[in-house]
């Protein structure tokens, strides 16, 4: 406001205005109000909804005494449909998807963070333009057809190449996630660059850095909060990733030696079995645990990458 | 001064477009070493242009086109084997809003050594001195003297400016620019600002824009004035204010556009 003197009169007028309003106008004006409310509100409430209802079908099995959540966590026996002994051991499948998850984020950090700096801070504004519409289709390609591109074109070079028995294994599953991943990384990786100010760049600039001094000394620690989200929001969509990891990672269930090896995923078993296990069962019941799991996990991580956003508001 | 000064910035029939756009026009000075000279003139007349190109920095935008030549101390920096990077150390540059950049205090002072010697040139003293010689000289070493690990972005805009100064001068450079360097400060940071200029006065050749005629007039040695892209005038500054040659500098320093 540049000019403050008729505010006011503006204001009085204003508020004349609306006592003689009509009801129907009040009325609408209201309901899409609270219509707007709602639809704010609605996240929360779907996220708890969620979590309730999942945490419902597995409270049974979670405070029976069939059931140790120890031996839950820490056992690698997994035998849900075993006729005289079953066991619930998640432990394989949580090395499963850690193992595919962090060689995922070997590959696709560098990359991801290597295609962030390229696109904000080396190439032309054409070249950006190609690269980001080509990044973004990159992430349009569901899962399913990643997968299948494992089961299909990977494996088969895998074992050419390392001469593995089998071609669905970790490598496999961590190069298809890599490549999912590498999209989220670049997308918000460059905005974190993008929001670093101009003026410290001509700082850097006229004091004689070069690009890459630029780059490592200047850009990398001043948008390292948003670099480090755009990391853990990759991680979040690697641990979280269902079906092609399913495709491509052999469905083994076993602590793996070695990146050649079968494993399966946590979020792998839940697809696969919930299935074929009776509804109510302890085995579904289990699944639904592990789908519990699953939540904490990517919501310890998504916590992670909003703390460390929100590290860059505090500056 | 018995001795003839000698120039230590030269353009001779300076020219530069952005893109189409002609923003200066065969532009012709000798600025005088040692001395603070101030260049006025209304919006958009190129002043900041001007400046901008004796560090090359204009060129990070590759729309800019720039005919003529430009020496400093003899050297002419269009030339195709100067390095920019040497460049730019010998002529530093001040700007508008401060711009420390976002690690400690100590770091941005030491930022130019770093950048301009492989790592380990350096002992861990010869560092901590540099800091403590640069600071001192712009007068922030009492104040900030136990903070040196402090983001520089946390302190007051006066602090950050002379920061910015104090992290030029262990490069030792000839030449300071400074576009606008008071322009984000009050009274009293402005006067902090000016006497730091008359305190390295003689070791560095000072050129600094400025919007504020009477910042020009008191704080400068020479002027030059400039509109639409033109050098109107350049003289001793109390010639300028006194006895503008041009009617054109005369109008502009009674207020009648600008």
Redesign the interface.
């Known amino acids: 406001m540049t000019d403050p003197s008729p505010q006011p009169t503006a204001q009085f007028s204003f508020a004349v205005r609306s006592a003689r309003r009509p009801t129907l106008y009040v009325l609408a004006e209201r309901s899409l109000t609270a219509l707007i409310y709602a639809c704010g509100i609605s996240a929360i409430f779907f996220v708890v909804g969620i979590f309730l209802f999942v945490f419902k079908e597995a409270a049974p099995v979670l405070f029976s005494d069939r059931f140790s959540l120890s031996q839950f966590l820490f056992s690698e026996q997994w035998y849900p449909t075993s006729e005289l002994n079953k066991r619930y051991g998640v432990l394989a499948m949580t090395a499963g998807t850690f193992s595919v998850t962090a060689l995922a984020m070997m590959i696709a950090v560098p990359f991801g963070l290597g295609a962030a700096i390229f696109i904000s801070e080396f190439c ?1 504004p054409r070249l950006r333009e190609t690269l980001k519409i080509t990044i973004e289709l990159l992430a349009a390609i569901p899962s399913v057809v990643w997968g299948f591109i494992g089961l299909t074109v990977m494996s088969k070079l895998i074992v050419q190449l390392t001469g593995a028995p089998v071609g669905v294994n970790i490598l496999n599953g961590g190069i298809i996630l890599a490549l999912m991943s590498v999209p989220i990384i670049v997308s918000i990786g460059e905005d974190a660059l993008k929001a670093v ?1 101009d ?12 690009r890459w ?1 630029l780059v490592w ?2 850009l990398l ?2 948008a390292k909060n948003g670099l480090l989200a755009a990391v853990l929001l990759g991680v979040g969509r690697a641990v979280g990733e269902t079906m092609a990891v399913l495709m491509a990672t052999g469905h083994a269930v076993q602590i793996p030696h070695g990146i050649l090896d079968s494993v399966r995923t946590l979020t792998a078993n839940i697809a696969a079995e919930l299935g074929e296990a009776p509804a109510g069962s302890d085995h579904y019941r289990v699944l639904f645990l592990i789908g519990i799991l699953l939540f904490t996990i990517t919501f310890v991580v998504n916590l992670a990458a909003d703390m460390a956003v929100r590290g860059i508001r505090k ?1 | 001064m018995s001795e003839p000064p000698q120039p230590c910035i030269t353009t001779r029939g300076l020219n530069l477009w952005y893109a189409d756009f002609q923003a200066l026009f065969d532009v012709n000075l000798d600025i005088t070493r040692g001395l603070i000279t101030s260049l006025i003139g209304p919006s958009g007349c190129g002043k900041t242009t001007l400046l901008r190109c004796f560090n090359r920095v204009n060129e990070r935008y590759g729309y800019v086109t720039t005919t003529g030549e430009i020496r400093i101390l003899g050297k002419n920096i269009y030339d195709p084997d100067v390095a920019l990077v040497e460049l730019r150390k010998s002529v530093g540059m001040v700007f508008q809003r401060p711009n420390p950049l976002p690690i400690s205090v100590y770091e941005n002072v030491v930022f130019g050594l770093r950048i301009h010697h492989p790592p380990g040139t350096f002992t861990r003293a010869e560092l901590d001195e540099a800091v403590e010689k640069a600071l001192i000289e712009v007068g922030l070493w009492k104040d900030l003297r136990d903070r040196l690990d402090r983001k520089a972005t946390s302190l007051q805009l006066e602090q950050q400016q002379k920061l910015c100064i104090a992290r030029l001068l262990p490069l030792k450079p000839d030449v300071i620019l400074m576009d606008e360097p008071c322009s984000a400060l009050d009274v009293e940071g402005t006067r902090a600002i000016e006497e730091l200029m008359f305190a390295l006065k003689g070791h560095y050749t000072i050129l600094v824009v400025t919007h504020n005629m009477a910042q020009a007039r008191r704080a400068s040695d020479e002027c030059i004035f400039m509109l639409l892209g033109k050098l109107i005038e350049h003289s001793r500054t109390e010639d300028l204010f006194l006895n503008p040659k041009n009617p054109k500098t005369a109008e502009y320093i009674e207020g009648r556009y600008g």
């Open positions: 032309g100010p003026s410290f760049r001509e700082a850097g600039l006229a004091l004689g850095a070069t001094q000394r200047v620690p001043a500056k």
